[in-house]
């Protein structure tokens, strides 16, 4: 691997993972702190809340770190792509497309790159690479892929309960039926 190539990778780790440390930092002590985020899950229909709060602020933050430092790549990558399928899932797929209309574009750029690090490793400005842990190609793409869709399936069987659809409420009076 080339210098290029290495400077790149340390240069997606990074962004990546200083994105998802803001991402949870926000979660945890932004505007609505943990009781805002709760409030938040709990509205996507998300059971308990302040657990659902805390567990993607420490995912959020340690998937976040570990990037940083690219240790434990394709586990960091499947625990980012599995916050992203459940943002994307959960609240911005209904919006479409389109970021600007809260849609899932952002998620899905989040969770590509990720996998990409799976399958590509960190580089050699790793602590993987310091270490010997080379686990890329097929075998850490799967590995960032299939934690985070098993991880995923999990929390949301575990505890996703979608409120049912409210009737509409309008001012109009009930139709009377003849009779």
Same mark, same amino acid.
């Given at each position: =691997?080339?210098?290029?190539?290495?400077?790149?990778?340390?240069?997606? $780790?990074?962004?990546?993972?200083? /994105? =998802?440390?803001?991402?949870?930092?926000?979660?945890?002590?932004?505007?609505?702190?943990?009781? +805002?985020?709760? $409030?938040?899950?709990?509205?996507?229909?998300?059971?308990?809340?302040?657990?659902?709060?805390?567990?993607?602020?420490?995912?959020?933050?340690?998937?976040?770190?570990?990037?940083?430092?690219?240790?434990? &790549?394709?586990?960091?990558?499947?625990?980012?792509?599995?916050? =992203?399928?459940?943002?994307?899932?959960?609240?911005?797929?209904?919006?479409?497309?389109?970021?600007?209309? *809260?849609?899932? *574009?952002?998620?899905?750029?989040?969770?590509? &790159?990720?996998?990409?690090?799976?399958?590509?490793?960190?580089?050699?400005?790793?602590?993987?690479?310091?270490?010997?842990? /080379?686990? &890329?190609?097929?075998?850490?793409?799967?590995?960032?892929?299939?934690?985070?869709?098993?991880? &995923?399936?999990?929390?949301?069987?575990?505890?996703?309960?979608?409120?049912?659809?409210?009737?509409?409420? /309008?001012?109009?009076?009930? *139709?009377?039926?003849? +009779?």
């Amino acid at each position: =691997m080339g210098n290029a190539q290495a400077v790149a990778l340390l240069l997606v $780790r990074v962004v990546v993972g200083v /994105t =998802m440390i803001a991402h949870g930092l926000n979660h945890w002590r932004g505007g609505g702190r943990i009781a +805002g985020t709760a $409030r938040w899950f709990t509205g996507l229909g998300l059971r308990h809340g302040v657990l659902q709060a805390w567990l993607s602020v420490v995912t959020e933050i340690g998937a976040g770190a570990l990037l940083v430092a690219g240790l434990l &790549t394709p586990l960091a990558g499947a625990a980012v792509i599995s916050v =992203m399928l459940v943002a994307g899932l959960l609240a911005h797929r209904p919006n479409g497309f389109f970021v600007f209309r *809260e849609g899932y *574009e952002y998620v899905l750029l989040l969770a590509v &790159t990720s996998l990409a690090l799976g399958l590509l490793g960190p580089g050699r400005l790793s602590v993987d690479s310091a270490a010997g842990i /080379t686990v &890329t190609g097929w075998t850490g793409g799967g590995i960032a892929l299939g934690v985070a869709v098993v991880a &995923t399936a999990g929390l949301l069987a575990t505890f996703w309960r979608p409120q049912p659809a409210k009737a509409a409420v /309008t001012d109009e009076p009930a *139709e009377q039926v003849p +009779g």
